[in-house]
C-alpha cells in the first residue's frame, strides 16, 4: 500500500478550492477557443518573461536532443506548457464535453472508437497505455462518450475539496483510488468484466524495475500495467494523444496480446512494458513538444540502488526477481 498523504488544514483547503471555483468560473464564462489562447499566452509569458521552470526544463530537452537549437529547445518548453494549461481548461469544462463537442474536436474519433469496441466486443476487457502527451484525459473522456466503460487509478487529493470536484470532472469514468488495498483487485475484476483500464505508463519508480531505452537515454519504468493483462489476458493497446492545429488526435500505435503459455508471467509483463515504451519513445520522439517536460519526478533520473548491509543470500530457484532484466 502507498504512503497515505496528510490532509491539508481547513482553512488551506477552502482557500485553495475557493481559488479553483473562481478560475472555473473565469474559464467557463468565455468561449473555448479564447480560453485555449489565453493558456497559449500565459505560457508563453511564463517561460520566456517570467522564467517559470525555464533552466531544468531547458536541461531536460537538451540532455534528451543536444542538436537542437535554442530557438527549437524553446519552443518545445512553451509548447509543453501551454499544453497542460490547455489540459487545465479542458479539465474544467468536462462536463460541457459531450459526445458531439468529442466528435468535432478529436480528428477520426468514430474511426478510432469502433476499433477500441470491437477489441472490448471480444470480452476480455482492455489495459490502454497512454503517456503524458497532448491530453491525456482526452483519451479517457472520448472513450466514455462513445460509451465504452472505462476505469483508471488516481491518488486521493490532499484537498478534500478538490478532491470531490476531480471525481464530478471525471464523470462516468470510474476512478479508483491508488493505495487502498483493494485497488489491485478492484481492477483486475474490472478489466476481466470487460471493461478498459486506462494507465499511464511513462512514470518513473523510485525501485528497481524495468530498464527501457527512452528518450536517448535509460528510463525505469514499473511493469505493473502491463501484468494487468497478463493477468487477465486482455490485450495492451498503446496510444497516445496529440494537439494539432486546434484539433486533439489519437494515435492508436498498436495492439499487442500477452503470451497465455509464458511460463514466467513477470517476464512476460516485462515484455510488454518494453514493447509499449519502445512506442511511445518513437512517438514522442517525432513531436517531442506533446510530452510533459515539466514532472517533478524526471524519468531518465538513474534509481539509486540501496546497499545492504547485510551479506547476500544464497540466490534459490524459488525466488522472485525485484527486477527485470533482459
Known amino acids: 500500500m502507498g504512503r497515505k498523504r496528510k490532509r491539508k488544514s481547513a482553512a488551506v483547503a477552502w482557500l485553495e478550492h475557493a481559488a479553483l471555483r473562481t478560475t472555473c468560473a473565469v474559464v467557463n464564462a468565455i468561449p473555448y477557443r479564447l480560453a485555449c489562447a489565453l493558456a497559449r499566452g500565459t505560457a508563453w509569458t511564463l517561460v520566456c518573461l517570467l522564467g517559470f521552470q525555464r533552466a531544468r526544463t ?3 530537452i537538451r540532455e534528451v536532443f543536444p542538436d537542437k537549437s535554442p530557438k527549437e ?8 506548457l501551454a499544453n497542460i494549461l490547455q489540459n487545465a481548461v479542458e479539465m474544467i469544462r468536462a462536463p460541457r464535453l459531450t459526445k458531439k463537442w468529442i466528435t468535432k474536436h478529436v480528428k477520426d474519433m468514430p474511426t478510432y472508437a469502433g476499433r477500441l469496441q470491437a477489441i472490448l466486443a471480444e470480452g476480455r476487457g482492455a489495459v490502454i497505455m497512454v503517456p503524458h502527451a497532448g491530453n491525456w484525459y ?7 462518450r462513445y460509451g465504452m466503460p472505462l476505469c483508471a487509478i488516481a491518488a486521493r487529493q490532499r484537498n478534500p475539496y478538490i478532491n470531490a470536484w ?10 479508483l483510488t491508488r493505495g487502498e488495498a483493494a485497488t489491485l483487485h478492484d ?3 474490472r478489466i476481466r468484466h470487460g471493461r478498459a483500464f486506462a494507465i ?5 519508480v523510485p525501485s528497481p524495475d524495468v530498464e527501457v531505452p ?21 490485450p495492451l493497446v ?12 489519437f494515435d492508436h500505435l498498436a495492439t499487442l496480446k500477452p503470451d497465455p503459455d509464458a511460463p514466467d508471467k513477470k517476464e512476460e509483463a516485462c515484455r510488454l512494458t518494453r514493447e509499449a515504451m519502445a512506442l511511445l519513445d518513437a512517438a514522442i520522439q517525432k513531436t517531442p513538444e506533446q510530452w510533459f517536460w515539466y514532472n517533478k519526478r524526471w524519468l531518465l533520473q538513474p534509481v539509486k540502488r540501496r546497499k545492504s548491509k547485510r551479506a547476500p543470500a544464497a540466490p534459490t530457484a524459488a525466488a522472485d526477481r525485484t527486477a527485470c532484466t533482459d
Open 214 to 234: 527512452f528518450l536517448n537515454g535509460t528510463a525505469n519504468v514499473s511493469h505493473g500495467g502491463a501484468l494487468f493483462a497478463v493477468a487477465t489476458g486482455a
Open 200 to 204: 499511464l505508463p511513462d512514470l518513473r
Open 73 to 80: 529547445v524553446r519552443r518545445i518548453a512553451v509548447f509543453s
Open 166 to 175: 476531480m471525481a464530478r470532472q471525471y464523470g462516468s469514468i470510474e476512478v
Open 187 to 189: 481492477i483486475r475484476e
Open 238 to 249: 498503446v496510444a497516445m494523444m496529440r494537439r494539432e492545429n486546434g484539433l486533439h488526435a
Open 58 to 60: 531547458y536541461a531536460r
Open 138 to 144: 482526452m483519451a479517457a473522456w472520448a472513450m466514455a
